[in-house]
Structures are given as structure tokens and as C-alpha cells.
Nanobody, 122 residues
Framework: QVQLVESGGGLVQPGGSLRLSCAAS????????MGWYRQAPGKEREFVAS???????NYADSVKGRFTISGDTAKNTVYLQMNSLKSEDTAVYYC????????????????WGKGTLVTISS
């Protein structure tokens, strides 16, 4: 079993910055990829950014140039640096991890954190 714990959410003014963190813990797993999704009130959950174990990254068009995802493989932790925040970035941000279990049955498994609220408001 893998647990994901997010931190770093809060209230910030438009144009400000926040840094989210997500740490994966548990046993018998290897992280393959980690990422962030968000869900605004009344909307579907949407992809924000992801990072592969190899270091490759991917971003939603809406956050390109403003958000940066990074990871610490030794700590099984992923970060999301969010700059130039806009009101439309207001959402609950969820951490996602795809892990490879290292004990039988060996397989890829997705896990989700409980989410952290980011509110952009003046």
C-alpha cells in the first residue's frame, strides 16, 4: 500500500506563487511517475503536470510557462512550483503516483492523495 500526502496549499493573491509538495510512502514499490491534477468547483478533475522517473515532464497548456514540476526520486517526492497564479487556478490539487509494485503480483498501480486546496483571491 502506498500513501500520498500533499502539502503547501493555501490562499494567495493573483500574481503570487505557491509551492506544493507530495510525498509517497509505503513499502514494496517503485515510483514510475508522479503528477498533479486539480478540480475546481463544479468542474471535472483535470491534468496539470507530470514527471516521469526518467525526468521527463508534461504540462497542461493552461499552466505552461507558469508552473514547474520537479521530483526527488530519493525521497519519492514531487513538487509543483506555481507562479503568476490566476483566479482560474483556484482548485483542489491532487497528487497522483503510478508505482510499480515490487512484490507479486508485480504490476503498475495508481494512487491518489486527498488533495490540498489552492485559493487565488484578492
Amino acid at each position: 500500500q502506498v500513501q500520498l500526502v500533499e502539502s503547501g496549499g493555501g490562499l494567495v493573491q493573483p500574481g503570487g506563487s505557491l509551492r506544493l509538495s507530495c510525498a509517497a510512502s509505503g513499502s514494496a514499490f517503485s515510483v514510475n511517475a508522479m503528477g498533479w491534477y486539480r478540480q475546481a468547483p463544479g468542474k471535472e478533475r483535470e491534468f496539470v503536470a507530470s514527471i516521469m522517473r526518467s525526468g521527463g515532464t508534461n504540462y497542461a497548456d493552461s499552466v505552461k510557462g507558469r508552473f514547474t514540476i520537479s521530483g526527488d526520486t530519493a525521497k519519492n517526492t514531487v513538487y509543483l512550483q506555481m507562479n503568476s497564479l490566476k483566479s482560474e487556478d483556484t482548485a483542489v490539487y491532487y497528487c497522483n503516483a503510478v508505482v510499480l509494485t515490487t512484490i507479486p503480483p508485480v504490476r503498475y498501480m495508481p494512487y491518489w492523495g486527498k488533495g490540498t486546496l489552492v485559493t487565488i483571491s484578492s
